[in-house]
T-cell receptor
Framework: NAGVMQNPRHLVRRRGQEARLRCSPM?????VYWYRQLPEEGLKFMVY????????ESGMPKERFSAEFPKEGPSILRIQQVVRGDSAAYFC?????????????FGQGTRLTVV | RKEVEQDPGPFNVPEGATVAFNCTYS??????FFWYRQDCRKEPKLLMS???SGNEDGRFTAQLNRASQYISLLIRDSKLSDSATYLC???????????FGDGTTLTVKP
């Protein structure tokens, strides 16, 4: 039973390009969460999605960032026109239910570097 | 004020030492509490849940004080392999998201 799969593990983008981060949840999990971890900081919640629905995007920057979790395929976190400040580790987590009292399983993260 | 605040650290202790971390939270309606462990900026992994009556798992003891809105993690007989960053996590039970503290770094030395 594969865990949460994120790809790519490392992504380098020039300023102004687009970054697309993918997350496949654990089998049987229909709830996905994206977190961002800036260097020397903790994890910050970005967005919570179920299949085809955004449930909570209170942590998402208002511009350039979007997320989706289609009926088929992985969840995608998309960052348009990247800037140096977007450089961070982006972690995806999944859980079988949309409740925070159950364990969330994390992927290994995508490390985005903007040059 | 941050929703979840942890001891700033870092904690540097010798093997065999007992070390305690505290974490305070601001939302009195919070109902779910966890400690996660993160190694070298890898993915966080659940260490233990924290229950109202307190709970123990081997060398690790977690406690919750609702009145003062803090949780604690006690590690006894520290091992080199305990070196990691410990993240305090707080959530509303019926909410999807959890709030993570910034973490406390522990280094156990021989």
């Amino acid at each position: 039973n594969a865990g949460v799969m994120q790809n790519p593990r490392h992504l380098v983008r020039r300023r102004g390009q687009e970054a697309r981060l993918r997350c496949s949840p654990m089998k049987g999990h229909s709830h996905v969460y994206w977190y961002r971890q800036l260097p020397e900081e903790g994890l910050k919640f970005m967005v919570y999605l179920q299949k085809e629905n955004i449930i909570d995007e209170s942590g998402m920057p208002k511009e350039r960032f979007s997320a989706e979790f289609p009926k088929e395929g992985p969840s995608i976190l998309r960052i348009q026109q990247v800037v140096r400040g977007d450089s961070a580790a982006y972690f995806c987590a999944s859980s079988p239910q949309g409740r925070a009292d159950t364990e969330a399983f994390f992927g290994q993260g995508t490390r985005l570097t903007v040059v | 004020r941050k929703e979840v605040e942890q001891d700033p650290g870092p904690f540097n202790v010798p093997e065999g030492a007992t070390v305690a971390f505290n974490c305070t939270y601001s939302n009195s309606a919070s109902q779910s509490f966890f400690w996660y462990r993160q190694d070298c900026r890898k993915e966080p992994k659940l260490l233990m849940s924290v229950y109202s009556s307190g709970n123990e798992d081997g060398r690790f003891t977690a406690q919750l004080n609702r009145a003062s809105q803090y949780i604690s993690l006690l590690i006894r007989d520290s091992k080199l392999s305990d070196s990691a960053t410990y993240l305090c996590v707080v959530a509303l039970t019926n909410a999807g998201k959890s709030t993570f503290g910034d973490g406390t770094t522990l280094t156990v030395k021989p």
